[in-house]
């Protein structure tokens, strides 16, 4: 198959997807630690999320406000 060659401009794109999962820990005392530091996705400089490139904001205490992980109800980090 020939390589493709873009100096006409892109007719279209081709879609690929996944689907991550990422597990938080939970201690003995059922504290879980919901927070951008437990996540791989983490950027290595602590300040950004690599799934959605937005800036995190306290890595070490909370999820980023556009995290785009979605917890089943009553599984988020709550503050505490
Ligand atoms: S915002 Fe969500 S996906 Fe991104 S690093 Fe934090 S916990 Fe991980």
């Known amino acids: 198959m020939a390589k493709a060659n873009f100096d006409s401009g892109v ?26 530091i437990q996540c ?3 950027s290595s400089n602590e300040r950004m999320c690599q799934l959605n490139k937005q800036p995190v904001q306290y890595p070490k205490q909370y999820i980023g406000w ?10 988020e980090n709550d503050g505490e």
């Open 11 to 36: 007719k279209s794109f081709i879609t690929g997807e996944c689907t991550i999962t990422v597990r938080f820990p939970v201690d003995w005392k059922d504290r879980a630690d919901v927070s951008c």
């Open 40 to 42: 791989p996705y983490l």
């Open 66 to 75: 556009d995290c785009p992980l979605e917890f089943k109800e009553g599984e």
